[in-house]
């Protein structure tokens, strides 16, 4: 006898859709459970291995080892083992690494006297505008001389100018991008921005930069922000303030060149009339809101020394700061969880040059702005 066929979309026979909801539930938490428990080995390692290695010809190696690097390699090695189990992605719904970064940079405002960012704001956005220009226009150019589609190269060139997968997406909405280019974008992010994270903090070290410098460097050419935040906690606290405002001012302009986008793929590429008002309102739509939360925190905080004391004030900014450190941390492991390979395998050799071209023009470019634009911008 046969069973009657399942429509498309629905639960099988036999499975009310409550089943499902609760199953899915389910999996969401115990994914949770897996980022918070490699969360916390994160910061058992963090915490107790350069005690275990200390006299040891390792004990400076891994003194100076930050949790961004433990939460990564925990992350990847997680993502090896439940994919090798069948189940990561079942566990995926948890891995959110866009909330976590988000939220953390919400409380990094905290940390950052408003003093600081108003002396910081002008160099970020002049930076950023400069960045944001020639690399989009160079990634831009570059992709149309090597044949690229047209939505491709828009993906690439917003991903590597402005802020990595956020870009991306938002791009994506603006010219209606398959969602395999996305994937592929996506994962070609992370791929650079992976290694990066070690790469210019170690650079920055042996040009012998200084802090604000490097962080201006870090925060204007690692693609995306997870990333940015854990190259400038490897360089120091003050390297991270610089580095966290100038990307949410490359972030706050992800909105403008989205909206661009969209006219110009509307007017030029698709020739559809433009509605009245759509750019306002795609613009507002686009805009990262975390930015104004990042802005927001650095202003109460402020205030909030300003009349209790810094004395007074500072045992509360230490309990922000580690609850951020405890954001910081999940999203870096949801970082490793999320890498996924296959889609960098579907594409040719094209669109991994073109990335790589733009990111080493990227950060000759950054460099330069940046030891021209931060200088003499003060930190303390």
Known sequence: MSTPATPEGSAPAGTEPSDTSRATVAWTLAGLVVVLGLAALTRFLEQNVPDWSEGTA?????????????????????????????????????????????????????????????????????????????????????????????????????????????????????????????????????????????????LAEGFGLAPQVAGAWIGGNIDTTAAVTAAGSLVGEEALQVAAIV????????????????????????????????????????FPKFVLGFIAASIIASVYLNSVGADQGEAAIDVVNDLRTWFL??????????????????????PIGLFASATVFNLLAGLGLASWLFANVSIT
């Open 58 to 202: 390792l004990g400076e190696f891994a003194a100076g080892v930050e949790f961004p690097v433990y939460a990564i390699i925990l992350g990847l090695l997680g993502n090896l083992v439940l994919s090798r189990a069948g189940v990561r992605d079942r566990l995926a719904a948890a891995f959110r690494t866009e909330f976590f970064i988000k939220t953390g940079l919400v409380l990094l405002g905290a940390s950052i006297n408003l003093a600081v960012l108003v002396e910081a704001a002008g160099p970020a956005i002049a930076q950023a505008f400069l960045l944001i220009v020639l690399v989009f226009g160079f990634t831009w150019w570059l992709g149309g001389r090597l044949g690229l589609n047209d939505k491709l190269r828009a993906l690439l060139a917003s991903a590597v100018s402005i802020c990595g997968v956020s870009a991306a997406i938002a791009a994506a909405g603006a010219v209606q991008a398959k969602k395999e280019q996305l994937a592929y974008t996506a994962s070609l992010v992370i791929l650079f921005a992976l290694p990066s994270i070690f790469l210019l903090p170690a």
């Open 329 to 350: 941390i999940l999203a870096f492991v949801s970082i490793g969880l999320e890498f996924r390979v296959a889609p960098l395998k579907e594409a040719g050799w094209r």
């Open 247 to 286: 990307k949410t001012t490359q972030n706050a302009l992800m909105g403008v060149v989205a909206v661009a986008l969209t006219a110009y793929f509307a007017l030029r590429v698709e020739r559809a009339p433009s509605a009245k008002g759509h750019a306002l309102r795609s613009l507002w739509s686009r």
